[in-house]
């Protein structure tokens, strides 16, 4: 099992700053991939970002390409999202996931382990 616990989250207005992270502990070293995705009301659940823990590669959505920075620290076996740039359609809750294997970086069901998620909020 992985456990994953995000912090970071709150409000700020559009075109400022947030960081999120993610700690995650127990059977880490299962895990080869991380994810963020996020959730707004009424729609369904997006893809923000991923990283592999051993090559340190990322990938991120055409949403927030260019705003959002994602990195890893392998010792302290945690993940952080940089979100500049903010905007008001960024508003959801932010979820840290975990995958084991995975074939599609970018779908949610690939996903083994979630967080309980954080909300970020951006006001206009």
């Known amino acids: 099992q992985v456990q994953l616990v995000e912090s970071g989250g709150g409000l700020v207005q559009a075109g400022g700053s947030l960081r999120l992270s993610c700690a995650a502990s127990?059977?880490?070293?299962?895990?080869?991939?991380m994810g963020w995705f996020r959730q707004a009301p009424g729609k369904e659940r997006e893809f923000v970002s991923a990283?592999?823990?051993?090559?340190?590669?990322?990938y991120y959505g055409d949403s927030v390409k260019g705003r959002f920075t994602m990195s890893r620290d392998n010792a302290k076996r945690m993940v952080y999202l940089q979100m500049n740039s903010l905007k008001p359609e960024d508003t959801a809750v932010y979820y840290c996931a975990a995958a084991v294997n995975i074939a599609t970086i970018w779908e949610p069901r690939h996903y083994d382990y979630w967080g309980q998620g954080t909300q970020v909020t951006v006001s206009s």
């Open positions: 127990g059977r880490t070293f299962s895990s080869s991939t």
């Open positions: 990283i592999r823990w051993s090559t340190g590669s990322t």
